[in-house]
Structures are given as C-alpha cells and as structure tokens.
C-alpha cells in the first residue's frame, strides 16, 4: 500500500458532541491513497490489463486495481488520491470489488453513501483488505459506518471484526464509529485502525489492531505506545509485519509528534524508522521512505541507501528494487531503480509492442511490474512479466596502476534452459563505504561482450581508490535486456583489495593448555570481527578471534599464534585475502614482522623454533574489551505534523 496525500476529514458518526480523533497520517489504505514505490525486473511480454491504476501485484501476477484521482492540496500542490471503482485482475478477467452495502455509488452534493477504499496490497491467495461503508438503520433513519473489510479473488466481501463496536456521546447515547482496513497477510490477518473510547462519552483515541485470521483483533504497538499517544497501522507484508505511527497529542488534541515503526508482530516493540513519511514495505522487511525531500530505502540489518535517479517511487521488493518513472525527452517513462542504477523500461521492450510504459507502480519478488502506459495511444494498465532469469558475478582486482583498481561483470543465462542465450546490455557500477568516501569510477557504465563460454557475458570499470582504506562495497547491476531479467551483485572488500596485514608478534608469555604460546599476532585490515578464525600455514593450526580482542571498527585484532603453526601464508577464513607470515623474523623474543597482502611466494614450510622468554620477563597485560555498542546523546527533533485529525461520515 502506499503513501496517503492529504487524508480527507470525515465527520463522526453518532448523535452528538463526541469529539473523535483518528490518528490517520499513514492511512493510505483507508481514505486517499497516495503513491508508492517497487522493485522491478525486465521483461520481455507485456499483457493489457484494462483501465485503472494498479496498486498491488502477488507472486502470481494477480493485479488489483483503482483508479487515479488528482486533487489540489495544500500550498496548490498536486497529490495523488486513490478511489473506486475496484477489480481484480487474475488470468485475464477482472473481478469487481463491491462495498458491504452494494455497488459504488457517490451521490452528487453528498457524502458518499456506497464506497470502498482499498490498501492496494494484494497476498499470494490473491486477496485484499481495505474499508467499505456499510448500512444500518438507526431510529427509522439510515446509517452509514465504516468498517475493515476483505475480499477474495472473486470479489467475495467478508467482514472484519473491530476492537469496540459501540461508543457513547456526552448526552449518553450510543453510537456507531467502525475501523478501516489496511491490508492483509499470507495467513490471511488483516491489519488496519480501530477506534477505542476508555470510559463513556470520553474521546475516541486510534489503536493499530491485528486480525489474526479466524480470531479477532489485537492492538499493535502498545509497547512502543506512551500515556495519552495513539497507533495507527497502514502496510503489512506477507509474514505479517506491520509498519504504522504513534501519534502524540497536546491538551487541543493536535498531533504534536509523529514516530513511524516496523512492528514484527502484533505484541512486541518495533523499530523506530527515520522518515518524514514511509511508502511502502517489502516482503523481508525493507522499506522505503521520504524524509527531507529525499527517498530512502531502508533494509533489515538498518542500513539506508538514498534511492536517486528516479522520479515518483511507489513500492519496492525483496530484491530491493524501486518502480517509478523517468522524464524523457518531456514524456513519462516506467522505470525501475536498483542498486544506484536507474533503467528506463521501454528499453526491454519487444520491437513491434506499441506500447510506452509510462509509470511503474507495483512490482512482485518474481520481477513482474504493475504499471500505467499507452498502447496502440489507448491508455490502459499494463503487466510486464520478467524475462529469464540472469546472474551476475563481480571481481575486483588492483590494477598494475598504483591507487587504482578493475571490477568485472559477469553476468550469464540462470534459466536453465539449453543452449543458453547470452545476455546483452549494461552492467552500471557503484561503490559505498560505512566511512570516508567510496572508490570513484571513472566511467561506472560498461556494455556487455559476450565470452568463449555460452550464455555467459562480460564487461568491466576502473575506479580510483580512496584515501585511507577501509571497508568498501562495490555493487553491479545488470538492467536486463528484451530476453533477460535485471539482477545484480554485491562485493565488500577492503580498499585496494588489502583485506588483511599481519603488522607484528611479539613475545607475550601467554599459556595455553598447559604450553607456553609466548607469541601475539597483531592484525590489521578491514571487516575483522569475533568469531573468524585465523589459519596459521596448515589445517591443523588455527584461532578463532575473540570479542575482547577485536577493536570496534574491526581494522585491528590480537590474536596468540598456535604453537604448531608453519610458515606460509596465514588466512582469515573468508577466503579473500592471505598475508605472508616469515618465521624467521619472529622467533626471537620481542620481535616483530609485517607482511602485506600482496603475493610473495611462501618459504618452505617447516616447523617453527619456539624459545621461551628470558627469566623474569613479565606477561602482557590483556587489554580491557573496548566499550560496544557505543554511546549516543542525539535525538531526533518533532516531525512535521502529517496526521489529520479524522472522524466517520455522518
């Protein structure tokens, strides 16, 4: 489900003063949508599917469908709405999707009487959530409530139930209020926000509540909800997780603070997450947001990344990629961003298809992309499934050239079919560093030739190192072509490929099962972490790096040398890197020895001279474990008011 334009103020339902006030910020689902963003793959078929605007897509390119509604918001901007009527797509035909109390109908002057606003998400069962008016009849008068709602496949409307059914005026009368629908998971639990009254004729406060399938509804985020604040839930994934707000008031009932969450489950605390306003949630957690005019994609370990190049992003998937659109020549077009690299989807078109993909909006695990376009100059929603699938593999080496170094692309046919085909395209390259500035490609664009093995091809970039070293991650990403679908790789080494130098050892006195070890082995590098394990020349001869002993940015590491350890090459277990460890140099009793990770052909391997230390020298002091995780006094300053105070439709 996406991001909400300016929510609509709704009037209470009921018979009196109450004052309601519904926490609605993130309601997308439940009273004007607004756009979102997704991950997409190349294709190679398009199919029409109709009139509307697709919000949602599963694993089995089931669509679901509204329609765009641009209104004028605040300070004159434009913001995009989402109404009925709506369907389901699935395998050619589309299912119409009707309110509790019959077919969409807006009464011109009034309040809308039959309406049904969808989340836009859509499970692997090909269902869908959302809020529809309903019926009832009050004193001889008809009522309209709100309530959450799903649908099946077919169109089938079933009820959800609600955390309190009836609430009460200060002249004591009971009424009606509802809760909206947000969404639903695999296991068929519907999410949205429901309304709670503490003590009669009190005022309504917003709880997010969980429907667990077959069983009623439990409020979310209670553990992250302080006194006098309220939750709301807007986006849920297939596993069930929830992303959603607090809301906190002042004494006026204005909304004063906003924090969005990911909560797992409906019981435990989230995760708070750092956006002005989040738009959408993928399948493994990731989710993708807005804060100070920019978007960023947020994965589950917390790392952001600013997704840039690409204009009016709506959802994301697990493989991390963004759906959206480019300008082009002053025309839309679908695009899909992945990895810092941005592809214009009408380049993995078919020749002949009469059609511009003009604005991606969904996009599936699998690749398939939702979105708007033309075909033929008729303007309808289109579907464009994947193409093959295709891998990428990426080396990066130093170049004869001090200071610079050379990645290379491969990417070759996964399908599995035979003969293979051999990709064509670009790969597009991209390097980031947790400190100090990445690697710099000179040209980060290379087009693919094909190898001397079938189905397999290739290209690569130079980039120039960055001063002082350190950890980088350098990204390839293949944007497909009109037989493969988009992938990408991932490679995280140190700066200039020098993962791991053994700076020095020295006599320590330390003992060991019974054995005076006497040396400590000092490493330094990049990505050092407790629990690798250093290889000293031979199988046998290995120790594992302890927590107390490994700094906190991971360049540095003692650890003791084994007392069988060879000369020859000593290797952390990740297999990137090797040091040379020349035995000579420290056998005598306070020496050291450096070796760098370049290739230096190992001396015979023979078994090393252990002395011990002279009479009366005195052990090293182990050195305390340095403090982790490290202290922070930052805090995030009160979020721009983007929750309307919201009440039921009279």
Same mark, same amino acid.
């Given at each position: 489900?996406?991001?909400?334009?300016?929510?609509?103020?709704?009037?209470?339902?009921?018979?009196?003063?109450?004052?309601?006030?519904?926490?609605?910020?993130?309601?997308?689902?439940?009273?004007?949508?607004?756009?979102?963003?997704?991950?997409?793959?190349?294709?190679?078929?398009?199919?029409?599917?109709?009139?509307?605007?697709?919000?949602?897509?599963?694993?089995?390119?089931?669509?679901?469908?509204?329609?765009?509604?641009?209104?004028?918001?605040?300070?004159?901007?434009?913001?995009?709405?989402?109404?009925?009527?709506?369907? /389901?797509?699935?395998?050619?035909?589309?299912?119409?999707?009707?309110?509790?109390?019959?077919?969409?109908?807006?009464?011109?002057?009034?309040?809308?009487?039959?309406?049904?606003?969808?989340?836009?998400? /859509?499970?692997?069962?090909?269902?869908?959530?959302?809020?529809?008016?309903?019926?009832?009849?009050?004193?001889?008068?008809?009522?309209?409530?709100?309530?959450?709602?799903?649908?099946?496949?077919?169109?089938?409307?079933?009820?959800?139930?609600?955390?309190?059914?009836?609430?009460?005026?200060?002249?004591?009368?009971?009424?009606?209020?509802?809760?909206?629908?947000?969404?639903?998971?695999?296991?068929?639990?519907?999410?949205?926000?429901?309304?709670?009254?503490?003590?009669?004729?009190?005022?309504?406060?917003?709880?997010?509540?969980?429907?667990?399938?077959?069983?009623?509804?439990?409020?979310?985020?209670?553990?992250?909800?302080?006194?006098?604040?309220?939750?709301?839930?807007?986006?849920?994934?297939?596993?069930?997780?929830?992303?959603?707000?607090?809301?906190?008031?002042?004494?006026?009932?204005?909304?004063?603070?906003?924090?969005?969450?990911?909560?797992?489950?409906?019981?435990?605390?989230?995760?708070?997450?750092?956006?002005?306003?989040?738009?959408?949630?993928?399948?493994?957690?990731?989710?993708?947001?807005?804060?100070?005019?920019?978007?960023?994609?947020?994965?589950?370990?917390?790392?952001?990344?600013?997704?840039?190049? /690409?204009?009016?992003?709506?959802?994301?998937?697990?493989?991390?990629?963004?759906?959206?659109?480019?300008?082009?020549?002053?025309?839309?077009?679908?695009?899909?961003?992945?990895?810092?690299?941005?592809?214009?989807?009408?380049?993995?078109?078919?020749?002949?298809?009469?059609?511009?993909?003009?604005?991606?909006?969904?996009?599936?695990?699998?690749?398939?992309?939702?979105?708007?376009?033309?075909?033929?100059?008729?303007?309808?929603?289109?579907?464009?499934?994947?193409?093959?699938?295709?891998?990428?593999?990426?080396?990066?080496?130093?170049?004869?050239?001090?200071?610079?170094?050379?990645?290379?692309?491969?990417?070759?046919?996964?399908?599995?079919?035979?003969?293979?085909?051999?990709?064509?395209?670009?790969?597009?390259?991209?390097?980031?560093?947790?400190?100090?500035?990445?690697?710099?490609?000179?040209?980060?664009?290379?087009?693919?030739?094909?190898?001397?093995?079938?189905?397999?091809?290739?290209?690569?970039?130079?980039?120039?190192?960055?001063?002082?070293?350190?950890?980088?991650?350098?990204?390839?990403?293949?944007?497909?072509?009109?037989?493969?679908?988009?992938?990408?790789?991932?490679?995280?080494?140190?700066?200039?490929?020098?993962?791991?130098?053994?700076?020095?050892?020295?006599?320590?006195?330390?003992?060991?099962?019974?054995?005076?070890?006497?040396?400590?082995?000092?490493?330094?590098?990049?990505?050092?972490?407790?629990?690798?394990?250093?290889?000293?020349?031979?199988?046998?001869?290995?120790?594992?790096?302890?927590?107390?002993?490994?700094?906190?940015?991971?360049?540095?590491?003692?650890?003791?040398?084994?007392?069988?350890?060879?000369?020859?090459?000593?290797?952390?277990?990740?297999?990137?890197?090797?040091?040379?460890?020349?035995?000579?140099?420290?056998?005598?009793?306070?020496?050291?020895?450096?070796?760098?990770?370049?290739? /230096?052909?190992?001396?015979?391997?023979?078994?090393?001279?252990?002395?011990?230390?002279?009479?009366?020298?005195?052990?090293?002091?182990?050195?305390?474990?340095?403090?982790?995780?490290?202290?922070?006094?930052?805090?995030?300053?009160?979020?721009?008011?983007?929750?309307?105070?919201?009440?039921?439709?009279?």
């Amino acid at each position: 489900m996406g991001a909400t334009g300016a929510p609509k103020e709704r009037r209470a339902l009921g018979h009196g003063p109450a004052r309601v006030i519904c926490a609605a910020a993130l309601l997308v689902a439940l009273l004007g949508l607004c756009a979102t963003a997704a991950p997409v793959a190349d294709a190679a078929h398009v199919v029409a599917l109709g009139k509307g605007f697709p919000l949602g897509i599963n694993e089995s390119d089931h669509v679901v469908l509204g329609q765009l509604v641009e209104e004028e918001g605040e300070e004159g901007k434009i913001e995009e709405n989402f109404e009925g009527p709506w369907s /389901i797509w699935a395998e050619g035909k589309s299912s119409t999707l009707k309110p509790l109390n019959g077919a969409e109908k807006h009464e011109k002057g009034e309040e809308p009487r039959h309406e049904l606003v969808l989340g836009g998400s /859509i499970n692997a069962a090909g269902d869908v959530a959302g809020t529809s008016t309903q019926a009832f009849t009050d004193e001889g008068k008809e009522r309209i409530t709100l309530r959450p709602v799903w649908f099946g496949p077919k169109g089938e409307a079933h009820e959800v139930p609600i955390l309190q059914e009836y609430f009460t005026n200060n002249e004591g009368e009971a009424f009606h209020l509802g809760g909206y629908g947000a969404g639903i998971d695999d296991a068929g639990d519907v999410v949205g926000t429901d309304g709670v009254q503490p003590s009669p004729a009190a005022d309504v406060e917003s709880r997010g509540v969980f429907a667990a399938s077959g069983g009623g509804p439990v409020a979310v985020g209670e553990a992250d909800r302080p006194p006098g604040s309220q939750t709301l839930v807007a986006l849920v994934n297939a596993s069930g997780e929830m992303l959603g707000a607090v809301n906190a008031y002042n004494a006026q009932g204005e909304v004063t603070k906003t924090t969005y969450y990911l909560w797992p489950n409906a019981s435990s605390a989230g995760t708070a997450l750092n956006y002005d306003l989040p738009y959408a949630l993928a399948d493994d957690g990731s989710t993708l947001g807005e804060r100070g005019g920019s978007f960023y994609l947020r994965t589950p370990d917390g790392k952001e990344t600013a997704v840039t190049g /690409i204009e009016k992003p709506f959802r994301l998937n697990s493989s991390h990629a963004v759906v959206g659109q480019l300008t082009v020549s002053g025309n839309a077009h679908a695009a899909l961003w992945q990895s810092g690299s941005v592809t214009d989807l009408n380049s993995q078109l078919p020749k002949g298809s009469g059609w511009t993909l003009e604005r991606a909006v969904a996009i599936n695990d699998s690749g398939d992309i939702a979105g708007v376009g033309t075909h033929e100059g008729k303007q309808e929603a289109f579907l464009l499934e994947a193409g093959e699938d295709s891998a990428t593999a990426i080396t990066c080496k130093p170049s004869a050239t001090a200071g610079t170094s050379t990645c290379t692309a491969k990417v070759s046919d996964a399908s599995g079919e035979q003969p293979p085909k051999t990709p064509t395209g670009s790969v597009t390259f991209s390097a980031t560093a947790p400190s100090g500035s990445p690697p710099s490609f000179k040209e980060p664009k290379c087009e693919l030739k094909p190898t001397a093995t079938p189905g397999t091809a290739e290209c690569s970039a130079a980039y120039q190192e960055s001063a002082g070293g350190g950890q980088v991650t350098i990204s390839a990403a293949y944007g497909g072509d009109a037989e493969f679908a988009a992938s990408s790789a991932t490679l995280t080494q140190c700066a200039g490929g020098a993962d791991l130098e053994l700076e020095g050892v020295k006599w320590v006195g330390r003992h060991d099962h019974g054995f005076e070890i006497g040396k400590e082995a000092t490493l330094k590098g990049c990505g050092l972490a407790a629990g690798e394990v250093v290889q000293w020349g031979n199988d046998e001869a290995k120790e594992t790096l302890d927590a107390a002993n490994v700094n906190a940015d991971g360049t540095s590491a003692t650890t003791t040398v084994p007392w069988n350890a060879t000369t020859g090459k000593l290797s952390i277990t990740d297999g990137q890197t090797t040091a040379t460890l020349n035995e000579e140099q420290t056998v005598t009793a306070g020496a050291t020895a450096r070796a760098s990770s370049s290739p /230096i052909s190992p001396r015979p391997s023979t078994p090393p001279k252990w002395s011990r230390p002279s009479p009366g020298r005195r052990s090293q002091i182990p050195r305390p474990p340095p403090s982790w995780p490290p202290t922070s006094d930052s805090s995030s300053s009160a979020q721009k008011n983007r929750v309307a105070a919201t009440a039921s439709p009279s």
